[in-house]
């Protein structure tokens, strides 16, 4: 069964104060948008899933266990499992970044 969607109909989803994600997912991995915004506080935080982030627009500082490391538009990075990370962001512009998970992320469900 095809499963297709356009990301400008699925619902942006709430997740904290300056941060959006919208969600697609399969059975076994998902994809999410976030948008984040310059006065968004980092969130700190692991999970089981292994993710690869990248960076549509925006400019950032992508903590990474004990490691900082600047990104912006065009760069990725994968996340190993249950590693701590966040996503600070380093400029005035709105971030946007794909976040690939897998497997899915039920909490975000």
Do not use: W
């Amino acid at each position: 069964m095809i499963k297709k969607m356009n990301f400008e109909d699925i619902e942006k989803i709430f997740a904290r104060e300056g941060v959006t994600r919208q969600v697609f997912s399969g059975d076994s991995m998902m994809m999410v948008i976030n948008t984040i915004e310059p006065y968004a506080n980092p969130a700190l935080h692991q999970h089981s899933q292994e993710q690869i982030t990248y960076i549509l627009s925006g400019d950032c500082d992508f903590t990474l266990g004990d490691e900082k490391v600047p990104m912006s538009p065009g760069d990725v990075i994968k996340v190993p499992s249950d590693v701590p990370h966040t996503l600070t962001p380093t400029g005035e512009e709105t971030i946007i970044n794909i976040d690939v998970f897998c497997p899915i992320r039920e909490d975000y469900l």
